[in-house]
């Protein structure tokens, strides 16, 4: 039983745990005892006397190591590349935690012989060279600390200047693009066959990093990274706008749904200075579907086509909106079928919006075109035009706070006569 009591003599013990020099001191004199033979008895009574001594001191430290745990520690510095003598150095701590709920401490160490406390801080270096910053989290049993080295140049050292090429597409139609500086793609599928009913199309957009700069001659750019979702935090280190989704120079962005976005490149030159832009993407769609029939009232019910479009929304971002601008829906069929029983026959067909897709039990009708009368779709002499043009308003209304959604129309008709639909046509406006 000797080789159990040494086991836990001192390797279980956390350095949180106090121990006299006395009590080692006894402990070692149990268990060096005279060699020469004992009763039973007396060999019993020593071990469990010993027994008892030592978890009697070790109680507390067992009931620490089992009931607590370290805090998590996050460092951020900002800016995160090399700084020049005299710029103002961001420190964070915000992130940090502990899982037991203790309250922390924190405490900066800047390696320059300057100090500070609290969640974040801020420290300006005066001189050149690499410095270790320390950042120290205390809980109640534990002190976790971590470091980050940090370099400094001169105040007069060249920096990168980072810079995006934009460009921007026509509208399907042949339209022109807005003015600004953006990036605009469109999506374009003219001649939709009718059993695609759920849009479902992504673009390529390219990355041109190509215009950056170095700082002067003697310097050059070593990296270019590109975060493409600046409100999402892809890398979970609690920033958003610092995840690195795709490298180089140049680079495609591949399988981009319609919607809009904001990305951010990042540069780095061979001093480890860092400079970052930003930039917006919007991504329109336009489907269009053709000369098909959309059935009669019947037995079954009205005759109804239902298409899907997906609806970027974001409801809560402090920044950026990131939704859509412009939903608008059409259909063109002849305002009269001469294939009535009877004669002539007019045609109508209405378009019922709802805030959700078919499989999903909470969706809502949103808005429908019933109120409309015959005359306000006329559109030519022989031509109805039934429409629909839903806005950011009714979006926020109803969107349920989800940032990517599938969104439902039905085109139908009450009719007791098929109809044939001339076109339909889903536009989805970001720009």
Request: aromatic content about 10%; charged content about 25%.
């Amino acid at each position: 039983m000797v080789g159990p009591l040494m086991i836990y003599s001192k390797a279980a013990v956390s350095k949180h745990c106090f121990h006299s020099d006395a009590d080692d001191f006894h402990f070692s004199e149990w268990l060096m005892m005279d060699k020469r033979a004992l009763p039973f008895m007396r060999r019993a009574t020593v071990l469990l006397t010993a027994s008892l001594f030592l978890f009697t001191a070790m109680a507390g430290c067992l009931e620490t190591l089992s009931s607590d745990s370290p805090p998590t520690v996050t460092m951020n510095v900002s800016p995160s590349g090399t700084v020049k003598v005299g710029d103002t150095v961001q420190f964070s701590a915000t992130g940090s935690s502990d899982p037991d709920g203790d309250p922390l401490s924190f405490n900066w160490k800047f390696g320059d012989g300057d100090v500070a406390t609290g969640q974040t801080a801020s420290h300006v270096y005066n001189s050149q060279g690499t410095f270790t910053a320390e950042l120290c989290v205390t809980s109640t049993d534990f002190e976790i600390c971590e470091e980050r080295e940090i370099t400094v140049a001169a105040a007069d050292a060249a920096e990168p200047t980072a810079s995006i090429v934009t460009y921007k597409d026509s509208s399907c139609l042949g339209e022109d693009a807005p003015t600004g500086t953006f990036i605009l793609a469109w999506i374009c599928e003219e001649e939709m066959d009718t059993s695609d009913e759920s849009i479902d199309a992504t673009t390529t957009i390219q990355l041109d990093g190509s215009d950056s700069s170095a700082g002067d001659a003697s310097t050059y750019i070593t990296d270019y990274s590109w975060d493409l979702d600046t409100y999402i935090d892809s890398d979970g280190d609690g920033v958003t706008d610092n995840d690195v989704d795709q490298t180089g120079e140049n680079a495609e962005w591949t399988n981009v749904w319609p919607g809009e976005y904001e990305i951010k490149l990042t540069i780095t030159d061979n001093q480890g200075f860092t400079d970052s832009v930003e930039t917006d993407v919007f991504v329109n769609y336009r489907g269009a579907w053709a000369e098909f029939t959309i059935d009669s009232n019947g037995t079954s019910g009205p005759g109804t086509v239902t298409f899907e479009y997906p609806v970027v929304y974001q409801k809560q971002h402090s920044s950026q909106t990131h939704s859509i601008r412009y939903v608008t829906i059409e259909a063109v069929y002849p305002q009269e079928d001469d294939d009535w029983a009877v004669g002539s026959g007019q045609n109508r067909l209405d378009l019922y919006a709802y805030n959700g897709s078919q499989s999903d039990s909470d969706t809502e009708e949103m808005v429908n075109t019933t109120h409309f009368t015959d005359e306000d779709m006329n559109c030519g002499d022989d031509d109805r035009c039934t429409e629909l043009t839903l806005r950011t308003t009714q979006f926020r209304n109803f969107n349920d706070g989800d940032f990517t959604m599938l969104w439902t129309v039905d085109l139908v008709n009450e009719k007791f006569t098929d109809a044939t639909v001339k076109s339909f046509i889903i536009t989805l406006e970001y720009k």
